[in-house]
């Protein structure tokens, strides 16, 4: 949780040194100087776990794309030399671009929430290193929050590598609620959801949704602290790496707020895992880690009290039901009477 964060975390540079915590400035890209309240800055929040070239990509794209007063925050999760030596080149070349060094990782809930109490910005916006921002993808977010003080978070239309397909959007989204409770949650890109392109008619709904990704994610900075951030590791119990996302969104609903999906906003998330090599050191070390995973997944099921992972993925349904003890696969047939008043989507 973010109250207590500084006193739960080291936060060092790259000599070792504690940071300032406490700064009452921040510069953004153009050397201007912003103080309290911020209002005018956004601060953008980045883990670094190997994949140096990936972060430097994201983080040029940022410069190159946003005239929007921003700074960035990269939480490095303990990387090697490489990646070091890319990240630290960035700080050195930017004065707005921040490091915090740690010595292993804290997990993707530990080290987003490390960049978000350090950040000063109004607006924090939570990035995956390996996205590439297009042109206007930050006005259009900060428009969307504009509109509705409780609009807490706005999403980013994700598109693929080969930019013309659409990676992840609004109309993807997907939960299973009655009576107020949310009991099932995830994503439904099979039939008329899959393989959509950039500019289709359901890619171009903007709107409420259910929850969103947080590959590319604005939030209010005080709606985070007033929710308490991610759900971090604390003396054994909290998402380390798994369904942080959804857990987010819940909470941020919880406290009152709206999640928006922002089709005019896009980034490209180059991340497809039927190319990726499963074995290099950042999926081994970092994302394929199935123990944690399975050990985060049940947290937030119980958390919640949520029965359904909904997967209806364009290759097959690999939806799964809580049992109470373990994951079991479910064909889970939305259009039943059992769910079809149930199904919360776009609005």
């Not at 709904?205 to 969103?212: A, D, K, L, M, S």
């Amino acid at each position: 949780m973010l109250v207590d964060i500084g006193n739960r975390y080291s936060f060092l540079d790259r000599y070792g040194n504690p940071l300032n915590l406490d700064r009452t400035e921040a510069l953004d890209q153009y050397g201007g100087e912003h103080g309290h309240p911020f209002s005018d800055l956004t601060s953008v929040v980045i883990i670094s776990a190997e994949r140096g070239d990936d972060t430097k990509q994201c983080v040029q794209s940022i410069f190159q794309n946003t005239p929007e007063s921003f700074e960035i925050i990269l939480s490095d999760a303990g990387s090697g030399r490489e990646t070091l030596e890319i990240i630290k080149s960035l700080e050195d070349a930017y004065t707005n671009v921040h490091v915090i060094c740690n010595k292993q990782s804290t997990g993707t809930t530990g080290q987003r929430n490390q960049g978000i109490y350090f950040s000063r910005g109004e607006y924090v916006v939570v990035m995956d290193n390996d996205v590439v921002v297009l042109p206007g993808w930050l006005k259009h977010l900060k428009e969307t929050m504009a509109k509705d003080e409780k609009i807490g978070i706005v999403g980013t239309k994700l598109l693929s590598a080969e930019i013309e397909n659409v990676y992840y959007c609004g109309c993807h989204t997907i939960t299973l609620e009655k009576e107020g409770k949310v009991y099932g949650i995830g994503l439904a890109k099979s039939g008329e959801m899959a393989n959509l392109q950039r500019y289709d008619p359901l890619v171009m709904r903007g709107g409420e949704v259910p929850w969103y990704t947080t590959t590319a994610l604005l939030a209010k900075r005080k709606y985070l602290f007033e929710v308490g951030g991610f759900d971090d590791m604390v003396d054994g119990k909290g998402i380390f790496i798994a369904n942080e996302d959804k857990d987010l969104s819940l909470n941020i609903r919880k406290a009152g707020y709206k999640i928006y999906y922002c089709p005019d906003s896009e980034a490209i998330h180059s991340h497809d895992y039927s190319k990726v090599d499963r074995n290099d050191s950042y999926h081994r070390t970092y994302r394929l880690r199935m123990e944690q995973i399975a050990q985060d997944t049940e947290y937030f099921l119980k958390k919640w009290g949520i029965t359904y992972l909904i997967e209806k993925l364009p290759g097959g349904d690999y939806s799964k039901k809580w049992d109470g003890k373990e994951l079991v696969p479910v064909d889970l047939r939305l259009d039943s009477d059992k769910f079809k008043n149930d199904i919360v989507i776009l609005k």
